[in-house]
């Protein structure tokens, strides 16, 4: 029988941590979050990011912005909270609108409170085995095969997905864990005899139930970044769950799996920047 991983338990396991930790040190951590637009899919991971902050007893602040807002004024509010001793943690939540270079604006964000851990300088230090704030998902995915004690090191990883976001970042933590790291995306040539290679296979394509069962090797862990709604408005992965599940040792749900991850390495990394910046004072 596979193991379902649930992630929302472990999540929440994770925020009563966070919680305890807040009251007992007294740690005053205040993240600041920052809407362009309505995108209604970015408007509920924004409201559920502040009810988490809430629960933890981290301070949020919100700026929701028009969709006409220039890439300037978005800049130039992020240069004021980075100069704003009061916010330990910025976030700008994407996608941006299209007149707006996403890369400039990350780029302007404090290294050290870059919560998102999307800055160049943390991505950089992730590269070359250096402290700073990691991607919330793929940290997520880490802490998810940690608490279940699925081992990495030594095993064969293959990523499907090379974006900035999850992609990329996952690949340099598995191989900070001595994993063996393959990463495959729109060129690569046999893509299902490559993920047939993984003992773990974590799966962000951004397409609904695409991985079947011809993708993956008996026994293998699959993580399953993706979430979608198909057809019939019900959520589904990028994995084929009910196709897989009988041929897999341990799987992800969508949703209740990676999701609910992400807010919950979110909220640590705010954590973090509060303990820091205490620190550096
Ligand atoms: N949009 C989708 N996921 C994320 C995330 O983790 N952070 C930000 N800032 N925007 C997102």
Known sequence: MAVIIDGKRISNDIKDELKARVNEQNIDATLCVIQVGNDPASSIYVKNKKKACEYIGIKSVSYELPDETTEKELIDLVQSLNEDK???GILVQLPLPS?????????????????????PENVGNLCI?????????????????????????????????????????????????????????SRTRDLAETARRADILIVAIGKPRFITKDYVKEGAVVIDVGIHRDEDNKLCGDVDYEDVLPHVSAIT?????????TIAMLMNNCVQSALQMTADK
């Open 86 to 88: 009061r916010i330990n």
């Open 99 to 119: 007149h707006i270079n996403s890369d400039a604006v990350i780029k302007a964000i404090a290294p050290n409170k870059d919560v998102d851990g999307f800055h």
């Open 129 to 185: 085995g250096r402290q700073g704030f990691l991607s919330c998902t793929p940290a997520g995915i880490i802490e998810l095969l940690k608490r279940y004690d699925i081992p990495i090191e030594g095993r064969e990883c293959v990523i499907i997905g090379r974006s900035n976001i999850v992609g990329k970042p996952m690949a340099l933590l598995m191989l900070r864990e001595n994993a063996t790291v393959t990463i495959c995306h």
């Open 253 to 261: 749900p969508v949703p209740g799996g990676v999701g609910p991850m």
